[in-house]
């Protein structure tokens, strides 16, 4: 069994992160009752384009992204 970090669009459960899935593989979802975006808001110029429910998964990605280029 892995763990797999998601988010949910309103539609289905996105992955965080590249994984591959086979099709029709069964899954467990836990879904954590606390909001992943806690009233973040977005500030800037293009603030009134943002999406403060993606803040979370841009920190994660970005947070990835450096990590990796570390190594």
Not at 21 to 29: E, G, H, T
Not at 38 to 46: L, V
């Given at each position: 069994m892995i763990a797999v970090k998601a988010y949910y669009d309103g539609h289905v459960f996105v992955p965080l992160g590249k994984m591959q899935?086979?099709?029709?593989?069964?899954?467990?979802?836990v879904v954590d009752e606390q909001p992943a975006v806690?009233?973040?808001?977005?500030?800037?110029?293009?603030s009134k384009y943002a999406n403060p429910a993606l803040i979370e998964k841009e920190a994660d990605v970005a947070s990835m992204t450096f990590s990796e280029a570390e190594k």
């Open positions: 899935f086979k099709v029709n593989q069964q899954a467990m979802i806690a009233k973040k808001s977005c500030r800037g110029i293009a």
